[in-house]
């Protein structure tokens, strides 16, 4: 099922909203790659409490990484296709976290509101060297910020500092994880407050299984 347009909460936005889905109509609604402009629904004010952050750098420690991860010479392989993940709301059941790593470029995970702090993180099944990572977004040219954080144990969390333009014009985001990145968990938070919905078509992650 082809993904909803984001919700609004004034007239003026529900009148473009509805322009939008004329467009959707003959543009076809699996189309996220599309650099349309967009109407932006009233600033929530941000709850950065609300942002997961911090945790253990011990994660990016040589010998504990060697001690989670088996150093591998397979090919870069998408370790977060059709895995468990979850996400801190949804928007409805089709559009539900799974939506986000099924493959599939039509479907897609959407929070419910532009607020930021929606995450949505995957389980890799176990700890794995990551090397870098896709994410499609429902609208190109919006600069979706987010922060990526990564985990073994799904307690202890810590924050990627991950290498990517922030100015890529585009729907889909490629950011490149540090050398030695070992994790089994992977967790995206948007953190911007444009008010763009948190929407995400796929999420890919590479690494050597
Ligand atoms: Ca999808």
């Not at 392989?77 to 059941?93: F, G, I, Y």
């Not at 930021?116 to 389980?123: A, C, E, F, L, S």
């Not at 990572?133 to 919006?142: D, E, F, L, S, V």
């Not at 990526?148 to 729907?171: C, G, H, L, R």
Request: glycine share 6%; proline share 5%; with cysteine.
């Amino acid at each position: 099922m082809a993904c909803g347009v984001e919700g609004g909460a004034n007239h003026a936005h529900m009148v473009i909203i509805s322009l939008y889905i004329l467009l959707l109509f003959f543009v076809g609604c699996s189309s996220p790659n599309l650099d349309i402009a967009h109407p932006l629904p009233n600033e929530t004010a941000i709850d950065e409490s609300s942002t997961p952050h911090d945790g253990d750098s011990s994660i990016f420690d040589t010998k504990s990484s060697e001690a989670l991860c088996k150093p591998s010479t397979a090919p870069l392989t998408n370790v977060a296709l059709n895995k468990p993940s979850q996400a801190d709301q949804s928007r409805s059941a089709t559009e539900n976290a799974s939506k986000a790593n099924d493959g599939l470029s039509t479907t897609c995970w959407s929070a419910s509101d532009g607020v930021p702090g929606h995450w949505w993180k995957v389980d890799l099944g176990k700890s794995i060297f990551l090397n870098r990572m896709t994410t499609t977004w429902q609208y190109g040219g919006t600069k979706y910020l987010y922060d990526i954080e990564v985990s073994n144990d799904d307690i202890v969390y810590t924050k990627v500092d991950m290498d990517f333009d922030p100015s890529i014009n585009s729907a889909t985001r490629k950011d490149t994880f540090p050398t030695g990145v070992c994790a089994r968990y992977v967790r995206l938070t948007k953190t911007d407050s444009t008010g763009f919905w948190a929407i995400l078509y796929e999420v890919e992650i590479y690494g050597r299984p």
